[in-house]
């Protein structure tokens, strides 16, 4: 079992740029996903990194959000840039071995953080 504690969310404006973090518990093979959620809506796909570093990303966030994974530290990171207020959210880290047809969706991973806040105002 691993336990994951997301930081770095805040209150910016459009155009500002974030960096998330996912702490790990202990060091893990696990590929990681980052999910959001805003208020009335299903829980979203962001993007993953694989324990190799390949990365995948969701259209919607391609060319501004970029995922790294320090694996020596266990934290994976979210760099989010040119914020848009549609990007508001509570922000996920997530940790499994989801197959590639699942690798987008929630149920794919065994392991969520508490979320952490990312509001952009307009």
């Known amino acids: 079992q691993v336990q994951l504690v997301e930081s770095g969310g805040g209150l910016v404006q459009a155009g500002d740029s974030l960096r998330l973090s996912c702490a790990a518990s202990?060091?893990?093979?696990?590929?990681m996903g980052w999910f959001r959620q805003a208020p009335g809506k299903e829980r979203e796909f962001v993007g993953t990194i694989a324990v190799g570093g390949s990365t995948n990303s969701a259209d919607s966030v391609k060319g501004r959000f970029t995922i790294s994974r320090d694996n020596a530290k266990n934290t994976v990171y979210l760099q989010m840039n040119s914020l848009k207020p549609e990007d508001t959210a509570i922000y996920y880290c997530?940790?499994?071995?989801?197959?590639?047809?699942?690798?987008?969706?929630?149920?794919?991973?065994?392991?969520w953080g508490q979320g952490t806040q990312v509001t952009v105002s307009s």
């Open positions: 997530a940790a499994g071995l989801p197959s590639w047809q699942v690798q987008a969706v929630p149920k794919g991973y065994a392991y």
């Open positions: 202990r060091r893990t093979v696990y590929t």
